[in-house]
């Protein structure tokens, strides 16, 4: 097997698949126009996202920016390990924008810091790779698609799922008319979580910016409820568990029923009209301020209308469909159930009459995202017509539930008709100086 046909292969396969002196062979099999990357965190996804890019023969890392110097070494060593070159360290992500050797930012960072630095990297001039949810809130999303618009970049959202061949081909499956009419969808999270305490109030540790950590997010005392990962729990900087885990189920429910009005020769989905949520803080004693409970129904205008539920019990131990967290289309001649390892079609008499196996491997979602950076196309997830529809569905599930009520949505502008409180829910009451959302 020659060098090309070697890197074509093992790109293409799981990194986890691959041993250590395969992932060199393949990061070192380097074309002379590759890209160089600067990537914002080192950790938690971030640290997966490092590696993703530093294998890719089409990528050099060039720079690190990381909040929490703590953290950085096994992602640094690693990087060095698989491109052979050693990345440049920051702990101020402003350096990478200042880098005009960078080609794409990658922005691995909490949900409340999606926003400033994919803004800052399109005016930059760079390609953006985001983390899912796009971002904190329905106004910092806009205002990326306005400025990935106006200055003419490329950006993919970090929901995965969307380039592999497990949703692929349910979409391609689904298209063939195999269910039938489908009127509903409904997308779950079961898989159970655990407490996390109430733990008091602290210092900061000493080698953490604490400050730029908050970003735009009010000034409160640390605790470390609020930081590292647990952050995604709280108001002030993610959005619960559905916008955490259930904007990969719910984009499993949007591919497929997009699939299914394609397959009908009718118009695409657009944004629900009307969304209702309903649940709470029900299972545990602990600090989160989103629910542990949560049932969310969107209604979708067309003829017929069309209704995706999502349905949140972080707190049981078993499954739904045979997925602890999934989704499913239901049609007039079957069903379709979409888990994180493949899918199953049925008939209407419940008869397995199909099913694929495949994983959620981000490989080929990075290799879409330096395709699509090089030829200047949309890719599987772009931001305007993919990711942010999806993180759209976080935000306003969150807002009614937050509101108590039925909300119903202009999906022009993406405002909420005739509702000032929900309305004010769309961003932050203030983006706290100097992290001010940049205008476009």
Not at 187 to 216: C, F, K, M, T
Not at 411 to 420: C, I, M, S
């Amino acid at each position: 097997m020659n060098r090309r046909s070697f890197v074509r292969q093992a790109t293409g396969a799981s990194l986890l698949t691959l041993t250590p002196s395969a992932l060199e062979t393949v990061a070192r099999a380097v074309p002379s126009n590759r890209l160089r990357a600067g990537m914002i965190g080192s950790a938690g996804r971030a640290a997966a996202l490092n590696r993703l890019f530093a294998v890719n023969p089409e990528v050099e890392i060039a720079a690190i920016a990381e909040i929490d110097p703590r953290r950085l070494p096994p992602t640094l060593e690693a990087v060095q390990r698989l491109q052979g070159s050693k990345p440049k360290t920051f702990t101020d992500y402003r350096h990478l924008l200042d880098d005009d050797s960078l080609d794409i930012l990658v922005v691995g960072t909490p949900t409340h810091w999606h926003a400033i630095p994919t803004i800052q990297g399109c005016m930059a001039g760079k390609d953006i790779y985001v983390e899912k949810p796009d971002a904190h809130n329905i106004i910092e999303g806009q205002r990326m698609i306005a400025a990935g618009r106006n200055y003419k970049r490329i950006i993919q959202v970090g929901s995965q799922h969307r380039s592999t061949e497990r949703i692929l081909s349910a979409q391609a499956y689904i298209r063939e008319g195999h269910l039938g009419k489908c009127l509903v969808a409904k997308a779950w999270e079961s898989s159970r979580q655990g407490s996390i305490g109430h733990p008091p109030d602290s210092d900061p540790p000493p080698s953490v910016n604490y400050d730029l950590w908050l970003g735009s997010a009010p000034k409160r005392p640390f605790n470390k409820n609020r930081f590292h990962s647990r952050w995604r729990w709280f108001f002030d900087y993610g959005a619960g568990d559905l916008g955490n885990d259930g904007i990969h189920r719910l984009d499993f429910a949007l591919a497929a029923m997009e699939a299914a009005l394609e397959a009908e020769g009718r118009p695409p989905l657009g944004l629900p009209r009307r969304v209702s949520a309903q649940g709470g803080k029900w299972y545990f004693d602990d600090a989160q301020e989103w629910p542990d409970t949560m049932q969310v129904n969107y209604e979708f205008a067309g003829k017929p209308p069309r209704l995706i539920t999502y349905e949140m019990r972080v707190w049981t131990p078993y499954k739904l469909h045979g997925e602890s967290e999934g989704a499913a289309i239901y049609g007039d001649k079957g069903y379709m159930v979409i888990g994180n390892k493949g899918w199953k079609a049925y008939t209407s008499r419940d008869k397995l009459v199909q099913e694929m196996k495949g994983g959620s491997d981000a490989t080929p979602h990075v290799r879409n995202f330096i395709d699509c950076v090089k030829i200047r196309k949309r890719p599987a997830c772009d931001l305007e017509t993919v990711g942010h529809p999806a993180s759209l569905l976080c935000h306003v599930g969150n807002i009614a539930w937050r509101v108590g009520r039925t909300v119903t949505l202009n999906p022009g502008d993406e405002t909420f008709v005739d509702d000032a409180e929900a309305n004010a829910l769309r961003g932050r009451e203030e983006w706290r100086k100097p992290y001010v959302l940049p205008e476009v």
